[in-house]
């Protein structure tokens, strides 16, 4: 069973940074894909970032140049380094395990403040 451990969110002003990581355990990491999704105020899930095994990612346009994916497959950790943070990043951002079947973390609070 896959568990995945997200932390890392709080309260920043806009134009502020955010480092979110996500622990994994009970599945083998290094070669699946990962993920972040967010969810804001009454509005649907997105996919904002994904990085393959080899490493290679994809941003949401809303996002690309201010965050960046990575994974630490030794720590068995995947990262989102979140930059120039806006007030419409303001959301609980989750770290999935994509394939299927998905896996869910419990989501971390990231709040911008104007």
């Known amino acids: 069973q896959v568990q995945l451990v997200e932390s890392g969110g709080g309260l920043v002003q806009a134009g502020g940074s955010l480092r979110l990581s996500c622990a994994a355990s009970g599945t083998i990491f290094s070669i699946k894909t990962m993920g972040w999704y967010r969810q804001a105020p009454g509005k649907q899930r997105e996919l904002v970032a994904s990085?393959?095994?080899?490493?290679?990612?994809n941003y949401a346009e809303s996002v690309k140049g201010r965050f960046t994916i990575s994974r630490d497959n030794a720590k068995y950790t995947v990262y989102l380094q979140m930059n120039s943070l806006k007030a419409e990043d303001t959301g609980v951002y989750y770290c999935?395990?994509?394939?299927?079947?998905?896996?869910w973390g419990q989501g971390t609070q990231v709040t911008v403040s104007s």
């Open positions: 990085i393959t095994s080899s490493r290679n990612t």
């Open positions: 999935v395990k994509l394939g299927l079947p998905l896996s």
